[in-house]
Protein backbone atom coordinates (compact mmCIF):
# COMPACT_ATOMS: atom_id res chain seq x y z
CA UNK A 1 0.00 0.00 0.00
CA UNK A 2 0.69 3.70 -0.58
CA UNK A 3 0.31 7.20 0.58
CA UNK A 4 0.73 10.38 -0.35
CA UNK A 5 1.44 13.60 2.12
CA UNK A 6 1.19 16.60 -0.20
CA UNK A 7 -2.19 18.11 -1.91
CA UNK A 8 -1.50 17.27 -5.55
CA UNK A 9 -3.88 19.09 -8.22
CA UNK A 10 -4.21 18.17 -12.22
CA UNK A 11 -6.96 19.74 -14.34
CA UNK A 12 -8.53 17.75 -17.07
CA UNK A 13 -10.99 19.33 -19.83
CA UNK A 14 -13.03 17.02 -21.74
CA UNK A 15 -15.36 18.82 -24.42
CA UNK A 16 -15.08 22.27 -22.30
CA UNK A 17 -15.99 20.45 -18.79
CA UNK A 18 -13.03 21.15 -16.46
CA UNK A 19 -12.21 18.41 -13.92
CA UNK A 20 -9.98 19.96 -11.25
CA UNK A 21 -8.48 17.12 -9.22
CA UNK A 22 -7.52 17.36 -6.19
CA UNK A 23 -5.33 14.55 -4.36
CA UNK A 24 -4.98 15.11 -0.97
CA UNK A 25 -3.96 13.19 2.86
CA UNK A 26 -7.33 11.91 4.31
CA UNK A 27 -6.54 13.97 7.35
CA UNK A 28 -7.45 17.20 6.03
CA UNK A 29 -10.24 15.52 3.28
CA UNK A 30 -13.50 17.45 5.49
CA UNK A 31 -11.08 21.11 5.93
CA UNK A 32 -10.20 20.49 1.89
CA UNK A 33 -13.74 19.77 0.77
CA UNK A 34 -15.45 22.84 2.50
CA UNK A 35 -12.34 25.12 1.27
CA UNK A 36 -13.15 23.71 -2.15
CA UNK A 37 -16.96 24.22 -1.79
CA UNK A 38 -15.84 28.17 -0.91
CA UNK A 39 -13.62 28.71 -3.77
CA UNK A 40 -15.47 27.53 -6.76
CA UNK A 41 -18.86 28.63 -5.94
CA UNK A 42 -20.21 27.91 -10.01
CA UNK A 43 -18.66 24.57 -10.26
CA UNK A 44 -21.78 21.90 -11.02
CA UNK A 45 -19.88 18.66 -9.12
CA UNK A 46 -17.79 17.79 -6.54
CA UNK A 47 -17.18 14.24 -6.22
CA UNK A 48 -15.14 12.47 -3.73
CA UNK A 49 -13.71 9.32 -2.84
CA UNK A 50 -11.40 8.03 -0.27
CA UNK A 51 -9.27 4.88 1.54
CA UNK A 52 -8.31 5.28 4.89
CA UNK A 53 -7.53 2.45 7.73
CA UNK A 54 -9.33 2.49 10.35
CA UNK A 55 -8.27 1.51 14.18
CA UNK A 56 -8.52 -1.97 13.65
CA UNK A 57 -6.53 -1.44 10.27
CA UNK A 58 -9.80 -2.81 8.45
CA UNK A 59 -9.69 -0.66 4.99
CA UNK A 60 -12.91 1.96 4.92
CA UNK A 61 -13.84 3.04 1.69
CA UNK A 62 -16.60 5.48 0.08
CA UNK A 63 -16.89 7.11 -2.73
CA UNK A 64 -20.34 10.02 -3.44
CA UNK A 65 -21.15 10.85 -7.45
CA UNK A 66 -22.35 14.51 -5.89
CA UNK A 67 -25.36 14.71 -8.39
CA UNK A 68 -24.02 13.06 -11.53
CA UNK A 69 -25.76 9.88 -12.88
CA UNK A 70 -25.44 7.13 -10.48
CA UNK A 71 -22.21 4.97 -10.19
CA UNK A 72 -20.14 7.41 -13.46
CA UNK A 73 -17.92 9.25 -10.54
CA UNK A 74 -17.56 8.64 -7.55
CA UNK A 75 -17.14 4.76 -8.01
CA UNK A 76 -14.60 5.17 -11.02
CA UNK A 77 -12.79 7.80 -8.67
CA UNK A 78 -12.63 4.77 -5.98
CA UNK A 79 -11.78 2.19 -8.22
CA UNK A 80 -8.75 4.28 -9.26
CA UNK A 81 -7.05 4.42 -5.93
CA UNK A 82 -7.71 0.55 -5.11
CA UNK A 83 -6.04 -0.30 -8.21
CA UNK A 84 -3.04 2.17 -6.86
CA UNK A 85 -3.04 0.42 -3.60
CA UNK A 86 -3.83 3.84 -2.37
CA UNK A 87 -4.29 4.12 1.60
CA UNK A 88 -5.22 7.31 3.80
CA UNK A 89 -5.88 8.90 0.70
CA UNK A 90 -8.72 11.12 -0.76
CA UNK A 91 -9.75 12.71 -4.07
CA UNK A 92 -11.89 15.22 -4.50
CA UNK A 93 -12.56 16.06 -8.45
CA UNK A 94 -14.43 19.76 -9.08
CA UNK A 95 -16.53 19.60 -11.91
CA UNK A 96 -17.32 22.48 -14.50
CA UNK A 97 -19.50 21.67 -16.91
CA UNK A 98 -18.90 22.85 -20.64
CA UNK A 99 -22.12 22.64 -21.88
CA UNK A 100 -22.05 19.41 -23.52
CA UNK A 101 -23.10 15.74 -22.47
CA UNK A 102 -21.04 13.84 -21.97
CA UNK A 103 -23.28 10.39 -21.40
CA UNK A 104 -22.63 7.75 -18.64
CA UNK A 105 -19.23 6.57 -20.12
CA UNK A 106 -17.68 9.18 -21.04
CA UNK A 107 -18.03 10.87 -17.22
CA UNK A 108 -17.18 7.12 -16.18
CA UNK A 109 -13.93 7.53 -18.91
CA UNK A 110 -13.30 11.63 -17.51
CA UNK A 111 -13.52 10.86 -13.89
CA UNK A 112 -11.25 7.77 -14.03
CA UNK A 113 -8.66 9.89 -16.50
CA UNK A 114 -8.89 13.34 -14.20
CA UNK A 115 -7.93 11.12 -11.15
CA UNK A 116 -5.17 8.95 -13.18
CA UNK A 117 -3.75 11.81 -14.28
CA UNK A 118 -3.19 13.53 -10.31
CA UNK A 119 -2.36 10.36 -9.23
CA UNK A 120 0.49 10.33 -11.80
CA UNK A 121 1.32 13.59 -10.89
CA UNK A 122 1.80 12.71 -7.23
CA UNK A 123 4.96 11.57 -5.02
CA UNK A 124 4.16 8.43 -3.25
CA UNK A 125 5.39 6.43 -0.33
CA UNK A 126 5.31 3.01 1.07
CA UNK A 127 2.98 2.80 3.86
CA UNK A 128 4.40 0.99 6.94
CA UNK A 129 2.16 0.49 10.00
CA UNK A 130 2.99 2.57 12.69
CA UNK A 131 3.48 2.07 16.76
CA UNK A 132 3.33 5.02 19.21
CA UNK A 133 5.36 4.30 22.44
CA UNK A 134 5.96 6.78 25.75
CA UNK A 135 9.35 6.65 26.86
CA UNK A 136 11.48 8.24 29.96
CA UNK A 137 14.78 9.35 30.39
CA UNK A 138 17.22 11.86 32.21
CA UNK A 139 17.82 14.98 31.44
CA UNK A 140 21.67 13.89 30.75
CA UNK A 141 20.10 11.57 27.85
CA UNK A 142 18.40 14.00 25.99
CA UNK A 143 20.80 14.63 23.12
CA UNK A 144 21.68 10.73 22.61
CA UNK A 145 17.63 10.25 22.28
CA UNK A 146 17.36 13.18 19.67
CA UNK A 147 20.53 11.95 17.64
CA UNK A 148 18.99 8.29 17.69
CA UNK A 149 15.32 9.27 16.70
CA UNK A 150 16.53 10.65 13.99
CA UNK A 151 18.87 7.75 12.73
CA UNK A 152 16.02 5.57 13.10
CA UNK A 153 13.15 7.51 11.92
CA UNK A 154 11.27 8.02 14.53
CA UNK A 155 8.80 11.04 14.73
CA UNK A 156 9.22 12.99 18.51
CA UNK A 157 5.40 14.03 18.66
CA UNK A 158 6.20 15.54 22.02
CA UNK A 159 8.51 16.25 24.77
CA UNK A 160 7.71 16.65 28.51
CA UNK A 161 10.11 18.25 30.56
CA UNK A 162 9.33 17.71 34.41
CA UNK A 163 11.53 14.87 37.25
CA UNK A 164 12.97 13.27 34.50
CA UNK A 165 11.84 13.97 30.33
CA UNK A 166 9.26 11.86 28.89
CA UNK A 167 8.77 11.37 24.79
CA UNK A 168 6.37 10.40 23.21
CA UNK A 169 7.13 9.35 19.91
CA UNK A 170 6.01 7.65 16.55
CA UNK A 171 7.77 4.99 13.92
CA UNK A 172 6.65 2.17 11.46
CA UNK A 173 7.11 -0.96 13.51
CA UNK A 174 10.62 -2.26 12.47
CA UNK A 175 12.32 1.13 13.25
CA UNK A 176 10.50 1.57 16.74
CA UNK A 177 12.07 -1.62 17.76
CA UNK A 178 15.62 -1.30 16.64
CA UNK A 179 15.30 1.93 18.34
CA UNK A 180 14.37 0.84 21.54
CA UNK A 181 17.04 -1.84 21.49
CA UNK A 182 19.59 0.86 20.54
CA UNK A 183 18.62 2.95 23.53
CA UNK A 184 17.05 0.63 25.96
CA UNK A 185 20.10 1.16 28.18
CA UNK A 186 18.93 4.86 28.93
CA UNK A 187 14.90 4.35 28.77
CA UNK A 188 12.02 3.53 30.75
CA UNK A 189 9.52 2.33 28.14
CA UNK A 190 5.60 3.35 29.64
Do not use: W
Request: aromatic share 12%; net charge negative; hydrophobic share 35%.
Amino acid sequence: MQYIKEHTTTTLEVKQSKFIAHLIPYDIYETTLKTLKEEHPKARHFVTAFRYLNEYDQVVEHSSDDGEPSGTSGKPSLMVLQGKECINIAVIIVRYFGGTKLGTGGLVRAYSDAVNMVVEASEFYIYKKETYKSIELEYSDVRFIDYECEIFGVTILEKIFDKKVMYNIKADVESMEKFLEKVQRVIVTL
